[in-house]
Structure formats: C-alpha cells, structure tokens
C-alpha cells in the first residue's frame, strides 16, 4: 500500500481561518513586527509573506527592513524598541543574522512575552518544563501534521534526525511532552538507518537532500519532512525535502510532501502565536 499524504496546505489553511476567526472577535487588533536585516533572498521571500499573511488574517504585521552594514547595538536598540512600544505583540527577527552580529544576543533580548519564535532561553526553558509556552513555530507545526493523522503519540517512538535549536531540540521536548518514546539522532549517529528503523514517527530535520531512504523506514510509520533542499536535476532546479518522497511513500503509512507539507505550517503557527502573545499579554 502506498502512505497517505499529509496535506500541509489544507491543515494550514484550517489553523489560519481558525485565527482569522478569533481575530474578528477581538475589540484590537494584534501587531506582528518581523525584522529582517540585509538581503538574503531566501529570508526576503519568508519575511514578505509573514507579513502578507499577518494581513489576510486581520492581524497588524509590519516588516521592518535593516540595512547589512547595521551594528549590533542598533539592532538592539531596535529590538528594545518594539519591548517598549505597547501595540507589538509579536517581534521576529529573522535567522540567520550577519556574521558581525551576534544572535544569540538579539534573541536574548526580546521580550520572551513577545518573542513569537519561541527561541528566548526563557521559552525554551518553559517549554523543556512543559508549562504554558510560545512554542517555536516549525516543531509545533509538525505536532499538528502528526495529530492530523489520528495515529496517537502517546506510547510511539518517535525518532527526530537532527538537533537544531530550531526544530530538533524543541520537537523532542514537544513529543516527550505528549509521553513519545524520544530519540535524537545527529550527524554523529552511527548507523542512522538502524535508528531510523525504530521509529513509528520520524521526524527528518537535517537539512540533507533525500537522505532518509525507503529502506531506512519502519513500514506503516508517520513521516514528516522539514527538510527544504532545492537541487539541481536533469538541467532543472528543484525542491526535494530530506525524505526520499518517491520511494519512501512505499513503505510509509503517512507522510508530508515537500513543497506543501511542513513549510506552510510554521507561517500558520506563527499566526497562531502571535494571536496567543496578544491575548496573554492582556489577561
Ligand atoms: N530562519 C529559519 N527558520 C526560522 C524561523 O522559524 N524563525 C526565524 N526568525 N528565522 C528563521
């Protein structure tokens, strides 16, 4: 039997519409600021459509563009500035910065209430403990593509391969939470494919093109692939994920495609966030 596909675009769809309609509800409106600094194409294209979306859903959304040359203590200065300014809800900085700057002292300086990315030590500490959290948009978008299969969680053994603190680190605290069976596999894992092997839920992070291979899988396991590689092939640029979609569709029992499986989710997620900092920042 060939897996069922996971369909991102439609769940994604769904979660928006859900914000949308809670947003119609409120007496305000919830602002997202989403910084980017300099012109990395990739980020231009990610930051334009956070802020397009921010809009079709009735929320506030700005994108605040900063020249490369910007020192570190002007982008601080700027990061303070949303913290202070009482209409932000939601600040995003958008990775990777310029090698002159530091991130890890840019994330450490937003507001955790407002930093909707869920990357502040303080969340990523609440989120480890478990407690009520901004989680990080990618990890908690492919919880949603798990749940959306009704294969349950609890009891699974989930495998991550990756340990990012982007993706991996946080889905292991998201599955761990939701009682998986976690295991974090890495570039230094020997004999990935046996580790692969074990798992009922696997979630590929690694950003290499196809890596997880048909035979490398547990047959009927949920497979979700975060993995964006755009390659060359026949004379043509293409986008494969870190799952080998044609094969692996064989002998998986669920999975998510690349384009229109896990990269709608984060900007959904975000939403979802950014509406969540508004209301708790009012409570
Ligand atoms: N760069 C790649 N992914 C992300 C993300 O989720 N948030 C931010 N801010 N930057 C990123």
Redo the contacts with the bound molecule.
């Keep these: 039997v060939t897996a069922r596909i996971i369909d991102g675009r439609a769940i994604a769809r769904s979660i928006e519409e859900e914000v949308r309609a809670e947003i119609e509800r409120l007496r305000f409106r919830p602002g997202l600021t989403a910084i980017r600094v300099g012109s990395d194409p990739a980020?231009e294209i990610?930051v334009r459509n956070k802020a397009k979306k921010a809009h079709q859903l009735g929320l506030r959304g700005d994108e605040r563009i900063l020249p490369d040359s910007i020192t570190e203590r002007d982008l601080l200065d700027e990061v303070q500035r949303l913290n202070e300014d009482a209409d932000i809800d939601g600040i995003?900085?958008?990775?990777?910065l310029p090698k002159h700057i530091d991130s890890r002292k840019i994330i450490d300086a937003v507001d955790p209430a407002k930093d909707v990315?869920g990357?502040h030590p303080m969340n990523v500490g609440r989120l480890h403990l478990g407690r009520e959290v901004l989680a990080?948009?990618?990890p908690a978008g492919c919880v949603r593509l798990i749940e959306s299969t009704g294969v349950p969680i609890e009891g699974k053994h989930a495998v991550i391969v990756g340990r990012s603190d982007?993706v991996g680190k946080p889905m292991a605290a998201l599955l761990l939470q939701r009682n998986a069976t976690v295991t974090v596999a890495h570039s230094r894992t020997p004999d990935l494919a046996a580790v692969v092997k074990q798992g009922d839920i696997v979630v590929a992070a690694v950003g290499k093109p196809r890596l997880i291979q048909a035979e490398m899988l547990k047959r009927g396991a949920v497979v979700i692939d975060v993995g964006i590689n755009r390659i060359p092939e026949n004379n043509r640029s293409v986008l494969v994920g870190d799952v080998d979609f044609g094969h692996a569709r064989e002998v998986a029992g669920w999975i998510t495609p690349v384009p229109g499986g896990v990269g709608p989710m984060?900007i959904a997620m975000?939403m979802r966030n950014t509406l969540t900092a508004a209301m708790w920042r009012r409570r």
């Design positions: 980020s990610y995003l900085v958008q990775l990777p990315d990357f990080p948009c990618t982007i984060t975000l």
